[in-house]
């Protein structure tokens, strides 16, 4: 276990809670070693498994784009997992480097159980063009652009042991490739930048988490002060005993959840980029995907020739598809309308796609080149099923909206799917981070942020509430951050309990959460700019 540089004045004091192992993480360090090496050993097996067959393969560039989206995760790990094992540390309820231990394990597991909807929301966000070229200049641009840009402002703000979100700052960079995007793009021409109707869903769930956060841990430790009338659980820890054992429990429990939680949900962002480099750089591999279910194309077929069917309904007579139905479906995922047109176009447009697979009667059938060309129209056809899915813009009866969902789940099927190792990946970059460089933002959580020391009732109510927030949120497919749920939950006891709040720090913690989203917007737009010029 390390912590790059960490400076704390509490480095000589043995008795400080960051301090001590415990006999028991000495047993836990090799065994989680084993995972490890286990894990990279299957990573390097499916990875080679997969590239087999493809075409080409981009060696030094596939490397170098896999390591900067694992890297990022592991800097989320060490930079957000910490809040989690702050309260249980500040406690006594776990020694400091088991819970770093426990909590890497757990970040691990809930990678592995991931549904991948939150990955996919935050891909939501980027122009769909980048998306559709990924394996183009532009698109390696994006790619490495907004990872280097999250990387390096969650660095500074965890060399200044700050709890910034890495959430906030992939966002950020996200928006900030969309608008140089845009910004690059010839005047007059219809190229995406950001879409703001995602950015506004995904906005709103980070700016409401910490208020969430604050709120409900303060009502929460109010309510437990009424409910359960024991003195222990509202007291400081008293020297190096930890708390009794069902406070102790609770405690773990919480720190267990907040972990399995961030996993699920932090982990899924750098799923969705690497899938992105894997469809940019191997497309023959990665665009579509190759599922054992032998009668997944021909159910995609059986979907599409439905919603033929559904759509033809629904053209108004004497309105006929343009002469080119794919430029057509594409203005209207662009602009984010629906004419008279739009319908018979998207209806020419899946059945020109469906004909163009017609032939094959599995995805392995597919000749390469074909591969990159059905993905990117599988993948149009599924962001204009939003419009009428989602955002109602074509109104249609039950029956025939039924029919258009199943299709659209047929489409996200084919084309936004995560392959095992690709999770196993992430979930080592994730574990190993939350081991390293841990105690900077455990000492903010745990002794900055209230004037008093944290009592047990105050870190079980943060740590509930962070639990079930993000919880929630992974559910919804929507990203929260783990670093300003669980501090402003912190915060939130210290002002109910009346302890006080060290201005100082919530001052920075504020002017962190402010910068972050301006700052990550203004690194990933001049770094897509200058890697424009590269790629």
Known sequence: MVDLASNTSEGGNANHPIHGAGSSAKWFLPIF??????????????????????????WILLGLALLIALGFEFVNGFHDTANAVATVIYTRSLPAEFAVIWSGFFNFLGVLTSSGAVAFGILALLPVELILQVGSGSGLAMVFALLTAAIIWNLGTWYLGLP???????VGSIIGVGLANQFLAPAGSATSGVDWSQASSVGM?????????????????????VLIRNKELYEAPKGNAPPPAWIRGLLIFTCTGVSFAHGSNDGQKGMGLIMLILIGLVPTAFALNRTPDVNYLEAYKAASTQVETVLGKYVKPGVAAPADPKAAVSDAVKTKTWTDATTPALQAYIHATSAEIAAYPSVEKLPNGLVGNVRNDIYLIGESLKLIDKQKLLPMNADDLKAVTNYHAAVDHATKFIPLWVKVAVALALGLGTMVGWKRIVVTVGEKIGKTHLTYGQGAAAEVV?????????????????THVLSSGVAGTMAANGSGLQWSTVRNMLMAWILTLPASIALAFVLFIALRQVF
């Open 466 to 482: 962070a639990m079930l927030t993000i919880g929630a949120a992974d559910h919804l497919g929507l990203p929260v951050s783990t």
């Open 205 to 225: 769930s980070l700016l409401l988490s910490p208020i969430i956060g604050f709120a409900m841990a303060a009502i929460l430790l109010l309510v437990a002060k």
């Open 164 to 170: 910034a979100s890495s959430s906030h700052t992939l």
């Open 33 to 58: 070693g084993v995972l490890v090496l286990a894990g990279l050993g299957y990573v390097g097996y499916a990875l080679g498994s997969e590239l087999a067959d493809a075409a080409a393969v981009p």
